[in-house]
C-alpha cells in the first residue's frame, strides 16, 4: 500500500492503494466518481477514458503509482455544469441508447476536439475507433462531434 | 432507489391480472381511488405524493410524477412509457418527472424489457391511467365549481371552464384523489395526439452525460464488499477442490468459499439457466484486490459427466440430460453436419412437397451457418445483494425481477414481499439479463458473507460464462419448374441445442408446397434469448437464399418478394401464417422507393436487400456496400419500419439506426467457438465488434405511417440487417456468404 496525493478535476484527493491499482479503481472503489466506466480492463473499449492533463487515457491501464502530479479529469469534472460544448451536442443529438459507453465516448470526443477542432470523418472514425458502442450509435456520436466542431 | 413516501407502499389499489394468453389487463376500477382520512394524511406532509394511481403522481405544487414500470436498457421506454400516460393525462410534458418505479408486479403490471414487448403491452394499459387520471381531475373540478363535468375542459395540465374559472392538475389533485372511476373511459384519437409522435429526449439525458451513478455497477452502500466468482476453465467441468490459501494472505480478501446455486433437484423456471453450478468465491474489500487475489487461487476441476436439470414451467415438471463431455467447435459443426442428414422432426408441410421437388426441372439448395455469439452488454453482469434472515435487498441491471424473485424466494427461503428488487439503469442487455442467475448467486454469496456484498464479473467471465445465441444452421431448397416458376420450398434448420425455425413465417403461406422440419443436437454450452432469438439466423439465412432463387429465376429480389406476398395476401397457402402480407410488402415498398432501387445515381454501390417479420414488426433494409483499402465496407443503409403508431420518433430512429450496427457488427465479425469446452474468445481483443470506422455513414429510416396499436422496435429491425449484407457483399465480392462471421470467408479462394 501507498498512498498518493492525486488531482482529480481540479482537487487533491489523497488515496491509500496498492501502487499498480489502475485509475480506473481508483476512481470508483475509492474515490466515489464512477462516472469513469469498466468494460474491458485491457484498454480495447475505452468507456475508462479519462483525460491525463488534458489527453484521453484508458485509466484501467494507468497505475496509481503512475500517474504523480498530472491532472485528472473525469467526466464529472469535465465542466462544471454539465455544459461542456460536447455534453451538450451529446443532448441535442440525443445520442445515448443505454449510454454505457458515452462517458468514455465523450472523453475521447473532447480530447479530440481540443487538438483538432475541426476533425474530418476520417480523422474522427481513427481517433474514436478505441470507444466500442455495443448500442451502435455511432452515427450520432460523429454527427455530435461535428457538430460541436461547427460552433 | 425510489424512496418517495406515498400511501402507494401501504395499500394497494390497483387491481390486475393476467390475461390467458400471456399479457396484462387492468380494469378500470383498478384507479378507485383512496379514502379522504388518508389522502389528508398524506397531504398534509408537503414531501409527499397524491398519487392518483400506479403512474401517476401529482403533487399539490403541480408536478406530475410518472413512474416508469419496466426496466430500461438503452431502448428509452423511461421517457417512451410515461410518454403515453402523459398524452392521455394531458399535461405539459415539461412539468412531468420521470422515475424508474419499484418491482411490484401487482401495482405496476409484468415489468419486463424482453421480447419487444414493453411498448406493446403497456400501450393501452398507460393510456387508460392516463385518461382515468384526467377523467378524475375534470371530476374534481367539476364538483369544486358546481358545473357538469362534460364542460370542464384540460390542455397541458390545466383545467378550465367557459365560465372563467380555471386550476391547475395539482390543486384538483387532492380532491381527484377520493372519487370513483367512472367505466368507460374515452381514449384520445390518433390526430389529436399532441406528445405521442413527437420526438422527445431521453429522460436520463443529463444523467449519462454528467456520469451521474444509474449502473448497476456504481450502485454502492457503506460497507459493502467486492465478490467474484471462478468459475470452472472450460464447459462440462466442475470444481473438484481448491487451496485459497495464497488468496487469503492478499490484502483486503475476507474469504473464500464454495456454494452450490442450485442444490439438486431444484425445479428451475425457464429463465433460471445457469452456466455453472459449482461457485468459487472470492470476498474482499476492492475490486482491483479481489481480481488479483482471485489469481491466487489453486482449484482443481474435474469433467461434470451427464447430468440431469429439473424444469418446471409450461410443460411441467421434467428432467433434462444436461450431456456431459468438453465440446469444440470443429467436431460441432461435424455433428450437425451429420444430423442435417438425417431425418427431422415436421413442423409444417403445406401441399405435396416431396413430389413437386421429384418433378422440379431445377433445384436449388443452400446451406447456412452461424455460430454462437456472446451478448457482450458493455456493463458486464453484476449484482447488488444484502441478504439477512428477515428479507433481501438487491440493485442492479436485470430485465425481468418477476421472473427472478420466485426462484430467490425459494432457494432464500424468504417471502416475496421481504424481497426488494431495485431496478438500476442497464448497460445493455440484448436477452442476456433475462437470466438472472448472476443475482442469486448475488444474493447466496451475501447471504453466506453476513455482508452487503456487490458481485462483479470481469469482461472475461461475461464472455466466457455465458448465455450465448445458439449455434445455427439451415439447409434451404427450391425447386423450379421449366418455366422457372416457385413451385416447392423446403427448409430444414438445426442447431445446437435448438433449431431457429419459426414454420409459419414467410414464405410459408405463399409457396404452394411447402415444407418446414427442425432437428437439434443437446450441449452443455448454456444459450438462449439474444436480440431476435431464432429471428437473427432465420433472416440471415432464408433472406441470403431468397436473393439467390430471385437471381436464378431472372427476377428483381424486391419484385420477387412481393409477387409471393401477392400470393400470400390473394391465395394463402395454409393455415397460421403470422404475418400480414400487406404490412410485409409496406415496408418493401417503401425501402424500395427510399432507397432509389434501380434508380440510376447508385451505380457506386454494391446493393443488397432484405426483410423480415418478427416481434409484431416488419422490417426491410438496403444495405449499400463500397470497396476501401480492398475491403468491403458498409457505405450507407434505408430502413422501413412498421410499429404501428412510433411513440417518440427521433428515439425509435436511434434504435433503429444501433440494430442496424449492431447487425453488421455481427454478421461481419461476431463468433464465440469453443475448444474442449472452454470458449476461444474472452475479450474484445479477440471477440471482435464493430467500432467506428466500420460503421456505415448514414442509415436513413423511415416508418410506415399509421394508425395501428404500436409494437415492438428493438428486435425487428436487426435480423434481416444480416441478409441485406450478406446479397451486397455478393455483388460486391462476386460469391455468395453463407457462413457467419462473413469477415472469415473474406479472404478465401473466390
Not at chain 2, 336 to 361: C, I, N, V, W, Y
Not at chain 2, 484 to 507: C, D, M, S, T, Y
Request: aromatic share 8%; charged share 20%; net charge positive.
Amino acid at each position: 500500500m501507498a498512498t498518493y496525493n492525486l488531482k482529480i478535476n481540479g482537487k487533491i484527493r489523497q488515496v491509500n492503494v496498492d501502487p499498480s491499482t489502475p485509475l480506473l479503481w481508483v476512481l470508483r472503489d475509492h474515490l466515489d466518481l464512477p462516472g469513469t466506466k469498466y468494460g474491458c480492463g485491457v484498454a480495447q473499449c475505452g468507456a475508462c477514458t479519462v483525460h491525463l492533463d488534458g489527453t484521453a487515457v484508458r485509466s484501467c491501464q494507468l497505475p496509481a503509482s503512475a500517474i504523480g502530479k498530472q491532472a485528472v479529469t473525469t467526466i464529472e469534472g469535465l465542466s462544471a455544469k454539465g455544459d461542456h460544448p460536447v455534453q451538450k451536442a451529446w443532448l441535442e443529438h440525443d445520442v445515448a441508447q443505454c449510454g454505457y459507453c458515452q462517458a468514455g465516448q465523450m472523453m475521447s470526443a473532447a480530447s479530440l476536439l481540443k487538438t483538432n477542432p475541426k476533425p474530418t470523418d476520417e480523422e474522427i472514425d481513427a481517433y474514436m475507433s478505441g470507444n466500442i458502442c455495443r448500442c451502435g450509435t455511432y452515427l450520432r456520436i460523429k454527427e455530435a462531434i461535428k457538430s460541436t466542431a461547427k460552433k | 432507489m425510489n424512496t418517495t413516501k406515498t400511501t402507494h407502499n401501504r395499500r394497494s389499489f390497483l387491481k390486475t391480472s393476467l390475461l390467458s394468453g400471456g399479457g396484462m389487463m387492468l380494469s378500470v376500477s383498478w384507479l378507485s381511488s383512496f379514502k379522504s382520512a388518508d389522502k389528508r394524511q398524506v397531504l398534509n406532509l408537503p414531501e409527499q405524493w397524491a398519487m392518483l394511481n400506479g403512474y401517476i403522481q401529482i403533487t399539490a405544487d403541480n408536478v406530475v410524477k410518472l413512474l416508469c414500470p419496466n426496466p430500461e436498457f438503452g431502448q428509452n421506454v423511461m421517457t417512451a412509457l410515461p410518454m403515453i400516460v402523459a398524452e392521455e393525462l394531458d399535461v405539459d410534458w415539461k412539468n412531468v418527472v420521470v422515475e424508474m418505479g419499484p418491482h411490484d408486479n401487482t401495482k405496476l403490471g409484468p415489468q419486463f424489457t424482453g421480447g419487444s414487448n414493453s411498448i406493446r403491452m403497456y400501450w393501452k394499459p398507460l393510456r387508460e391511467a392516463g385518461a382515468a387520471a384526467r377523467h378524475l381531475l375534470r371530476q374534481a373540478a367539476a364538483q369544486t365549481w358546481n358545473v357538469p363535468v362534460e364542460e370542464v375542459a384540460t390542455k397541458a395540465g390545466v383545467l378550465s371552464h367557459a365560465n372563467g374559472k380555471s386550476a391547475n392538475y395539482g390543486e384538483m389533485a387532492d380532491k381527484a384523489a377520493t372519487l370513483e372511476v367512472p367505466k368507460d373511459l374515452k381514449l384520445k384519437a390518433p390526430k389529436d395526439f399532441a406528445i405521442v409522435r413527437k420526438s422527445k429526449k431521453n429522460v436520463e439525458g443529463q444523467k449519462i452525460i454528467t456520469g451521474k451513478p444509474l449502473f448497476g455497477l456504481d450502485y454502492r452502500v457503506d460497507g459493502m464488499l467486492i465478490a467474484m466468482i471462478q468459475h470452472p476453465p472450460a464447459f462440462g467441468m466442475k470444481l473438484k477442490s481448491f487451496d485459497a490459501s495464497q488468496t487469503l494472505k492478499m490484502p483486503g480478501i475476507k474469504e473464500v468459499f464454495s456454494l452450490k446455486l442450485y442444490e439438486d433437484g431444484f425445479e428451475q423456471g425457464g429463465f433460471d439457466t445457469r452456466t455453472f453450478n459449482d461457485l468459487l468465491v472470492v470476498v474482499g474489500k476492492t475490486t482491483w484486490e479481489v481480481m488479483n487475489a482471485r489469481k491466487k487461487l489453486l482449484a482443481q476441476w474435474e469433467p461434470v459427466g451427464d447430468t440431469k436439470d429439473t424444469m418446471s414451467g409450461r410443460g411441467g415438471k421434467r428432467e433434462v440430460v444436461v450431456p456431459g463431455g468438453l465440446e469444440s467447435t470443429s467436431t460441432q459443426l461435424e455433428k450437425m453436419q451429420e444430423l442435417s442428414q438425417k431425418p427431422a422432426q415436421q413442423l409444417r408441410k403445406d401441399g405435396d412437397p416431396e413430389t413437386a421437388f421429384q418433378h422440379a426441372a431445377q433445384v436449388i439448395e443452400r446451406t447456412y451457418n452461424a455460430p454462437f455469439l456472446a451478448h457482450n452488454c458493455m456493463e458486464p453482469m453484476n449484482f447488488f445483494a444484502h441478504v439477512t434472515d428477515e428479507k433481501a435487498v438487491l440493485a442492479g441491471p436485470l430485465q425481468a425481477p418477476g421472473w427472478i424473485e420466485p426462484t430467490l424466494s425459494k432457494i432464500l427461503n424468504l417471502p416475496a414481499d421481504k424481497i426488494e428488487i431495485q431496478m438500476t439503469r442497464m448497460g445493455g442487455g440484448f436477452g442476456r439479463r433475462a437470466y438472472g442467475h448472476y443475482l442469486t448467486e448475488a444474493a447466496l454469496i451475501s447471504k453466506k458473507a453476513k455482508a452487503p456484498v456487490k458481485l462483479i464479473y470481469t469482461r472475461e467471465d461475461d464472455m466466457t460464462y455465458g448465455i450465448y445465441r445458439p449455434m445455427y444452421t439451415a439447409t434451404y431448397r427450391a425447386a423450379l419448374d421449366a418455366n422457372k416458376n416457385l413451385i416447392a420450398f423446403h427448409v430444414k434448420g438445426g442447431g445446437i441445442p435448438e433449431h431457429a425455425i419459426h414454420a409459419n413465417r414467410f414464405p410459408a403461406g405463399a409457396v404452394e408446397n411447402y415444407l418446414a422440419e427442425g432437428w437439434q443436437i443437446p450441449s452443455n454450452i448454456t444459450i438462449g434469448a439474444f436480440r431476435a432469438p431464432r429471428s437473427n439466423f432465420n433472416a440471415a439465412a432464408e433472406q441470403s437464399f431468397l436473393d439467390e432463387v430471385a437471381e436464378v429465376m431472372g427476377k428483381d429480389p424486391i419484385a420477387f418478394r412481393l409477387e409471393l406476398l401477392k400470393r400470400a395476401k390473394e391465395n394463402p397457402v395454409g393455415k397460421n401464417n403470422e404475418y400480414d402480407p400487406d404490412r410485409y410488402a409496406g415496408v418493401l415498398t417503401l425501402v424500395r422507393d427510399k432507397s432509389g432501387w434501380n434508380k440510376p445515381g447508385n451505380e457506386k454501390y454494391n446493393r443488397g436487400v432484405a426483410a423480415y417479420f418478427c416481434h409484431n414488426s416488419y422490417a426491410a433494409h438496403v444495405v449499400d456496400i463500397v470497396t476501401r483499402d480492398g475491403q468491403p465496407y458498409v457505405e450507407r443503409v434505408f430502413s422501413a419500419m412498421d410499429c404501428g403508431i412510433v411513440i417518440n420518433p427521433d428515439a425509435a430512429t436511434n434504435m433503429v439506426q444501433g440494430a442496424v450496427v449492431d447487425g453488421i457488427g455481427n454478421a461481419f465479425y461476431g463468433a464465440l467457438t469453443h475448444k474442449n469446452g472452454a470458449a476461444e474468445q474472452s475479450n474484445f481483443h479477440n471477440y471482435r465488434l464493430i467500432r467506428h470506422n466500420e460503421a456505415p455513414k448514414s442509415i436513413d429510416v423511415h416508418f410506415v405511417e399509421n394508425d395501428l396499436d404500436p409494437t415492438g422496435l428493438g428486435e425487428p429491425p436487426f435480423p434481416p440487417v444480416f441478409g441485406a449484407v450478406a446479397n451486397a457483399l455478393y455483388k460486391n465480392k462476386g460469391k455468395r456468404f453463407y457462413n457467419q462471421p462473413f469477415q472469415n470467408e473474406m479472404d478465401k479462394r473466390m
